[in-house]
């Protein structure tokens, strides 16, 4: 079994800042792509941001160089850093994992619990 735990968040003004934690634990062979997705009230949930294992990112088009990604592979865990945030990147942040558990396995999905961020105008 695969737990993500995810930190940070919170409550930010309009052009404030925030940084989003996201940790891996229990029986992990190797992670390989990691990534951020958000979902705001009656919204789907979208695509934000994503860092392979070689430190390859992938950001969606309104991330805009606002966003940050970045990871530390030997802590199993992925950041998001939120710059110049605007009140339509209100939404409950989730980080994802891609884990494979045993040497000869597939990787497998994993969500973390979701951490709030909301941006106040």
């Known amino acids: 079994q695969v737990q993500l735990v995810q930190s940070g968040g919170g409550l930010v003004q309009s052009g404030g800042s925030l940084r989003l934690s996201c940790a891996a634990s229990?029986?992990?062979?190797?992670?390989?792509?990691m990534g951020w997705y958000r979902q705001a009230p009656g919204n789907q949930r979208e695509f934000v941001a994503s860092?392979?294992?070689?430190?390859?990112?992938k950001y969606a088009d309104f991330v805009n160089d606002r966003f940050t990604i970045s990871r530390h592979n030997g802590k199993n865990a992925v950041y998001l850093e939120l710059n110049s945030l605007e009140s339509e990147d209100t939404a409950i942040y989730y980080c994802?994992?891609?884990?494979?558990?045993?040497?000869?396995?597939?990787?497998?999905?994993?969500w973390g619990q979701g951490t709030q961020v909301t941006v106040s105008s």
């Open positions: 994802k994992a891609d884990v494979v558990s045993h040497w000869a396995g597939p990787d497998s999905a994993y």
């Open positions: 229990g029986m992990i062979f190797r992670v390989n792509d």
């Open positions: 860092i392979t294992a070689g430190g390859r990112t």
